[in-house]
């Protein structure tokens, strides 16, 4: 039988990714941002799509205002939830 010491003493300090900067709520907050993004792009472009002439555009056409937006939203929300007393960044981390 192994101890769970061992795994403690190998285990990375730091987890991946955005993991690094953000907590939990924070984490919550970008996947609730990625799933607003993806329904907000769709919408724009099914809204968007019959009032504009034949042709074609341009990715960042579609893409620009929806990741804006997303953007917006999400530093946003993390002000409001960090005024509010839920932290959604890591604290820096002394070496």
């Not at 795994?7 to 990625?34: M, N, Q, S, Y």
């Not at 205002?65 to 960090?82: D, R, T």
Request: proline residues 9%; aromatic residues 14%.
């Amino acid at each position: 039988m192994t101890d769970d010491a061992d795994h403690d003493e190998h285990a990375d300090p730091d987890p991946p990714g955005l993991a690094k900067w953000l907590t939990v709520p924070g984490r919550l907050l970008l996947i609730l941002t990625f799933i607003l993004g993806g329904a907000g792009f769709y919408f724009f472009a099914m809204n968007t799509l019959p009032s504009l002439p034949s042709g074609s555009y341009p990715v960042m056409f579609w893409v620009a205002p929806v990741v804006l937006a997303c953007v917006i939203f999400f530093f946003a929300v993390a002000w409001v939830l960090e005024r509010a007393g839920v932290r959604v960044y890591q604290k820096k981390r002394q070496p």
